[in-house]
């Protein structure tokens, strides 16, 4: 009886661990630093100017100019309130999101910097 009961705990036990052990991806290291820092390193302008980030229910934004092209970056507490806000809202479906963060733009260059963010 007592060989059962240790076999489960360790069986229980292992079974936690490694559901709860998930991998952390790159994008879990992405913070907005990092990103409006690739945006000025390419050219962009920051702006004080803050999108009105409220509206797609993120934490924080931020605009930056790219060859005078507004690019507008939004942060969310996770990338799960991301995909939630993106099914709510037709608007944002489509745009690019890495961890947290989701851009806002038309301007492919943009996008390319978003993208290699690290």
Same mark, same amino acid.
């Given at each position: 009886?007592?060989?059962?009961?240790?076999?489960?705990?360790? &069986?229980?036990? *292992?079974? /936690?661990?490694?559901?709860?052990?998930?991998?952390? #991806?790159?994008?879990? @290291?992405?913070?907005? !630093? $990092?990103?409006?820092?690739?945006?000025?390193?390419?050219?962009?302008?920051?702006?004080?100017?803050?999108?009105?980030?409220?509206?797609?229910?993120?934490?924080?934004?931020?605009?930056?100019? &790219?060859?005078? *092209?507004? /690019?507008?970056?939004?942060?969310?507490?996770?990338? #799960?309130?991301?995909? @939630?806000?993106?099914? !709510? $809202?037709?608007?944002?479906?489509?745009?690019?999101?890495?961890?947290?963060?989701?851009?806002?733009?038309?301007?492919?260059?943009?996008?390319?910097?978003?993208?290699?963010?690290?």
């Amino acid at each position: 009886m007592k060989k059962m009961l240790i076999i489960s705990l360790i &069986l229980t036990l *292992s079974i /936690v661990f490694v559901g709860c052990s998930s991998g952390s #991806s790159p994008d879990d @290291s992405l913070t907005m !630093e $990092n990103i409006t820092k690739a945006y000025t390193d390419a050219g962009a302008e920051l702006k004080e100017d803050k999108p009105i980030f409220s509206m797609i229910e993120a934490k924080d934004g931020v605009m930056v100019y &790219l060859n005078n *092209s507004p /690019v507008k970056l939004y942060e969310y507490a996770s990338a #799960s309130e991301i995909e @939630s806000a993106k099914k !709510e $809202n037709e608007l944002i479906k489509d745009w690019p999101s890495r961890g947290k963060f989701l851009l806002e733009t038309s301007k492919q260059e943009a996008i390319d910097i978003f993208n290699k963010v690290e």
